[in-house]
Each structure stands twice: as C-alpha cells, then as structure tokens.
C-alpha cells in the first residue's frame, strides 16, 4: 500500500491499507492495526492536499474528515498499547489536519498535547551504575592482590612496596 501511496496511487492504496487492516482484525494484531490506520489517515490526507486546488468541494472535506476519523481511531490504540512515539505521531498528524480544516485552537491543543516530553529510555543511570561498579570490582581486586602478595611473601613490611605501587601502575 506504501508503494502506491507514494505513487499517488490512491485507489490501489486503498485496497491494500483495506486488506491489511482486515488481516490485522482477523488476527488480532492491535499494534500493526494502529499503523495501518495511521497510514490510512495519511492517505486521506493526501488525497485531500491533491484537491487542494477546490478546497469547497465535499471530496476535499470528506476526505480530511476521514483522515481525523482514522486518526482518532490509531490514536486509540496507540494509547491503549502505551506508545509514547506513536502518541506523539498521531497527535501531530491530527494537529495538521486540523490546521487545514482551518481550525487552528484544536490543532493547537493537539500539538500542545504531543509535544509533552516523555524519557523514553535515560541511558544516565546504566552509565553511573557501570561506573560504580568498575570502581567497586578495582578496589576488590586491590584487596585480593595484597592479601595474595602477602600470603606468598609472608612479610607485611615486604608487602608493603608491591601494595603501594600497585595504585600507581593503574
């Protein structure tokens, strides 16, 4: 359906973004259903821009209502699976219709909404508790290195230089 959508193939787009929707329902593929619908959102979009040129036309309305109706329906799902990115996605594609319909306060409201920021993953705390850990593995493997000097040795006086020395070779 992609290919054809690039291609401004509306008709064949339609039936394929159909087939898979109907495929997704069948099989009960909720997170593939909500691209699917997003995809079908941006079709009518599309097709909407193309008859840009008569705007007062009921084909133009139609097919931005029926790119919010798609819209509304992957967003749905979307919130339901907890997707943050798809969320945000959509809201801004539903922002977008909005601002063509002319209707700027709700698309407002929907990229207020989408651009709210959400930590997907904070790398910060893996790299701290790595750190922490090397440091922790280093001073046991010090402890370990003396108390093997020592017992070979069998002399703390002599233990004493290897142990001092081993901070300084690290």
Same mark, same amino acid.
């Given at each position: 359906g992609i290919i054809h959508h690039r291609m401004r193939e509306y008709g064949k787009a339609l039936d394929f973004y159909t087939q898979s929707l109907y495929t997704c329902e069948k099989n009960k593929v909720f997170k593939i259903k909500g691209h699917v619908l997003n995809s079908l959102g941006r079709l *009518?979009? /599309?097709?909407?821009? &193309?008859?840009? &040129? %008569?705007?007062?036309?009921?084909? *133009? %309305?139609?097919?931005? /209502?029926?790119?919010?109706?798609? #819209? /509304?329906? =992957?967003?749905?799902?979307?919130? !339901? @699976?907890? /997707?943050?990115?798809?969320?945000? %996605?959509?809201?801004? %594609?539903?922002?977008?219709?909005?601002?063509?319909?002319?209707? #700027?306060?709700?698309?407002?409201? *929907? #990229?207020? !909404?989408?651009? @709210?920021i959400a930590v997907a993953y904070d790398s910060s705390t893996f790299i701290e508790d790595s750190i922490r850990e090397g440091l922790i593995s280093i001073?046991?493997?010090?402890?370990?290195?003396?108390?093997?000097?020592?017992?070979?040795?069998? =002399?703390?006086r002599a233990t004493l230089i290897p142990a001092v020395a081993i901070p300084v070779s690290l």
């Open positions: *009518y979009f /599309d097709m909407a821009l &193309d008859d840009q &040129d %008569n705007k007062s036309t009921a084909i *133009y %309305n139609q097919s931005l /209502d029926k790119a919010i109706q798609y #819209y /509304d329906q =992957s967003l749905k799902i979307k919130r !339901e @699976q907890k /997707d943050v990115r798809g969320i945000a %996605n959509t809201l801004g %594609n539903l922002a977008t219709v909005f601002k063509e319909k002319g209707q #700027y306060e709700v698309a407002l409201k *929907y #990229y207020t !909404e989408g651009m @709210q001073g046991v493997a010090m402890v370990l290195v003396v108390v093997v000097i020592f017992v070979f040795l069998g =002399s703390l």
